[in-house]
């Protein structure tokens, strides 16, 4: 009689490669949670982001507040480093060509066989590569914004990855946008905070400086203004602890 005798299957190597990527990715993470600076933020995201993915040319695009055929360059990789958001005059405005039909069809696209005309308004960005991948940004279910990434080679960008790649960009793009918010509406507080102690010292100055001597009364004079500065911004002036007006 012969027995067959089962051996454990043998595990397959692991490799470490998952704990590497994990390890950066988790420290990517933490350094975008500690900005509150969103164009350091982008620049940081970039700049990690290259190293995971790299690509030859990114262009970053808007059509926020603009019509068809219009959209905006707001970001380029070949560009020197400034703020859009705090000069957006130097953003050129271009029409149609190929981003434009790109960031109007509010969808993710790959072109594996990149070819653009010398006359395309865009050409100056895409000269030179091979291949494309664009990356809406949605608002309001609407693509507002656009990243695209470029490669020299041809059939650089998969197919299967797109799907996760539209996912990360978005989540990117919200959390940039609700920091832009955030610095927006510090800076209003800041402008109101200003005014409102313009108006406090206004408001201080109209208190007298002397009280009248009544034998008869006891007087006192308040004056408060917005709750907001009413730390800094209450005063008065009393000769004996009374009443109000």
Not at 55 to 80: A, H, K, M, N
């Amino acid at each position: 009689m012969v027995f067959a005798t089962l051996t454990e299957p043998q595990a397959a190597p692991q490799s470490s490669e998952w704990k590497t990527r994990l390890a950066a990715i988790v420290e990517m993470m933490k350094e975008m949670s500690r900005q509150t600076d969103p164009q350091e933020m982008v620049r940081d995201y970039a700049r990690r982001m290259q190293q995971f993915l790299p690509v030859d040319r990114r262009i970053s695009l808007s059509r926020r507040g603009l019509e068809w055929p219009q959209y905006r360059v707001t970001r380029f990789s070949g560009w020197d480093d400034f703020n859009p958001w705090k000069s957006p005059e130097r953003l050129p405005v271009l029409s149609g060509g190929l981003l434009g039909e790109l960031i109007y069809s509010d969808a993710p696209r790959i072109i594996p066989d990149l070819h653009v005309s010398p006359n395309d308004p865009a050409y100056e960005f895409l000269e030179g590569q091979g291949s494309l991948q664009a990356l809406p940004l949605y608002d309001q279910g609407v693509a507002l914004n656009m990243v695209v990434a470029t490669r020299k080679d041809p059939h650089a960008f998969p197919e299967q990855d797109l799907p996760e790649r539209v996912w990360m960009a978005n989540l990117f793009g919200r959390a940039t946008g609700n920091l832009a918010l955030a610095e927006q509406l510090k800076e209003a507080y800041e402008t109101v905070d200003r005014e409102l102690q313009v108006v406090a010292d206004i408001q201080r100055s109209l208190l007298p400086t002397e009280l009248p001597r009544i034998a008869t009364m006891e007087l006192a004079a308040h004056y408060q203004t917005s709750w907001r500065a009413a730390t800094t911004t209450t005063s008065s002036r009393s000769r004996t602890v009374g009443g109000e007006f």
